[in-house]
């Protein structure tokens, strides 16, 4: 299901049977790939309300059903993470490889009805994409980092760079042999009583 689908389904308590709201507005966690929140409106208080991913059973195709705890924050709705994406943040929100090469655009995502969990960011197709009705897919787990202005990705085109060697530490070059007397005498191995055996410099 696409997150653009949630908009406009009504909020269903299963324990009064009844609609407490409409889903105004969604809020994705992009750190930990999930829904984490939906908004709504209508409530009978006249109110906004957040219903927070606990509180969700599951998104069905015509309304969202909740556990029968209900799960609504009533009140003015609090505050959410800085990192969290609504659809305001989302839509048209810059994809940018940790490569440095630009990706494009988010326009929209597609979720698990049941778990809540984010399947694939879609990019914003051009115009070859829209002819073959193909669309860019970003992968949660290849998000690196995430933010209001910009979503950083895996690339795969970089390597960790090896740690720099220790200029404390003596090296010696394999280029040039050792004379007979710089040389350390290798390991030798003896045999103890049980049958192991041990290493041991010869002297």
Do not use: C
Request: no cysteine; hydrophobic share 35%; aromatic share 2%.
């Amino acid at each position: 299901m696409r997150l653009k689908q949630l908009r406009g389904l009504p909020v269903i308590d299963p324990t009064a049977a009844r609609k407490i709201g409409t889903v105004l507005d969604y809020q994705v966690d992009p750190a930990s790939g999930r829904l984490a929140a939906v908004d709504i409106g209508g409530s009978a208080n006249g109110d906004g309300e957040r219903v927070l991913a606990t509180r969700i059973r599951r998104v069905g195709r015509d309304a969202v059903i909740l556990t029968g705890r209900g799960g609504t924050v009533p009140g003015p709705i609090p505050e959410v993470d800085d990192r969290w994406l609504d659809v305001s943040t989302l839509v048209g929100l810059e994809v940018m490889g940790d490569d440095g090469d630009r990706v494009g655009r988010l326009i929209d995502a597609t979720f698990d009805q049941d778990t809540l969990e984010i399947q694939a960011y879609l990019l914003r197709a051009n115009l070859w994409q829209r002819l073959t009705g193909r669309r860019g897919r970003i992968l949660p787990t290849t998000v690196h980092a995430s933010s209001r202005e910009l979503m950083l990705v895996a690339s795969g085109r970089l390597k960790d760079v090896p740690a720099a060697a220790d200029e404390e530490s003596p090296t010696v070059s394999m280029r040039t042999p050792l004379k007979a007397d710089d040389q350390l005498p290798g390991p030798t191995y003896e045999p103890e009583s049980d049958g192991q055996t041990i290493g041991s410099h010869s002297r």
